[in-house]
């Protein structure tokens, strides 16, 4: 369980961050890329992979973190990008309900069992990531710009299929820290060659955008360690970590916003803190 909460915290604090750095007018491509490096070495510095795991086995799973890597780097300027021209609101909807994938994989592919009543529970979670993130606002997003949700959803999906995967039949659990390394090694050489071929770059050093970039990698590398880690030691069916997870995100982030960020919940959306509460009894 202590795994799957630092997994929460971890990813609910990407979120934090990101606003943070809007408030500094940090360059998102910049940002982007300072992370994955960060988040590479702080992999290699802390945690040695090199010393306990079989390197022979990477072959197996190495296709597996190139593809992660790439996607990672992707769904990051996705995100960006469907932030501002589709809406903050729609963007964490179209992420959060991506949980949907990894959790209907993992009762197909893995045939997992679990009872009606946390059937019940992932309905409730998806009715609770929906009603936390409403806004007003939802109405009045250009439709020429839905597509960008459209793929965080898949890709978000896809994402977290793939580490389901990878983890249950590829990696064993000496090998997480390695392969997490190689996932952020990847993305940070997909976000360097972005930048070098981009013809609006600018690489004025900006102090802000490199701290909140390293405390960014450092994030990025313990949502998808300790999730990883989760899912090798929790005593829970993967489908309801990755239910809880997500879930847990979506209403960690939202008391976030209220109260350090002085953001207003409305009615709909302390329903949906609520309902994610009553889930998360269900779940467990």
């Not at 977290?160 to 952020?184: G, P, R």
Request: charged fraction near 10%; hydrophobic fraction near 55%; proline fraction near 2%.
């Amino acid at each position: 369980m202590a795994y799957l909460l630092f997994s929460i915290f971890s990813s609910s604090l990407i979120y934090v961050i990101f606003r943070v750095a809007k408030n500094y007018n940090c360059k998102l491509s910049s940002l982007i890329t300072y992370n994955y490096l960060a988040a590479t070495l702080l992999g290699l510095l802390l945690f040695q992979p090199f010393a306990s795991s079989n390197l022979k086995n990477s072959v197996s799973w190495l296709p597996f973190g190139i593809l992660l890597g790439v996607l990672f780097i992707l769904m990051f300027y996705l995100i960006g990008n469907s932030s501002q021209k589709a809406g903050i609101t729609v963007t964490t909807l179209a992420n959060k309900l991506s949980l949907v994938f990894p959790v209907l994989f993992s009762l197909i592919y893995f045939n997992e069992q679990i009872s009606t009543i946390k059937y019940f529970g992932l309905g409730t979670a998806v009715i609770a990531v929906i009603l936390t993130v409403y806004k007003k606002d939802v109405k009045k997003t250009n439709l020429l710009f839905i597509v960008l949700p459209v793929l965080i959803f898949f890709g978000s999906g896809l994402i977290d299929s793939i580490v389901k995967y990878v983890q249950a039949v590829k990696i064993s659990d000496e090998e997480t820290t390695l392969y997490t390394i190689i996932v952020f090694f990847v993305a940070f050489v997909c976000g360097t060659l972005i930048s070098v071929f981009n013809k609006n770059r600018n690489f004025k050093f900006h102090p802000p955008t490199l701290l909140l970039g390293i405390l960014l990698g450092a994030a990025n590398f313990g949502s998808l360690y300790f999730l990883i880690r989760a899912l090798n030691n929790s005593n829970m069916d993967s489908s309801l970590v990755f239910a809880l997870n997500n879930m847990s995100v979506v209403a960690f982030t939202a008391l976030i916003g209220t109260f350090v960020f002085k953001e207003k919940l409305n009615k709909i959306n302390f329903v949906g803190i609520i309902l994610a509460i009553i889930s998360l009894y269900f779940l467990l």
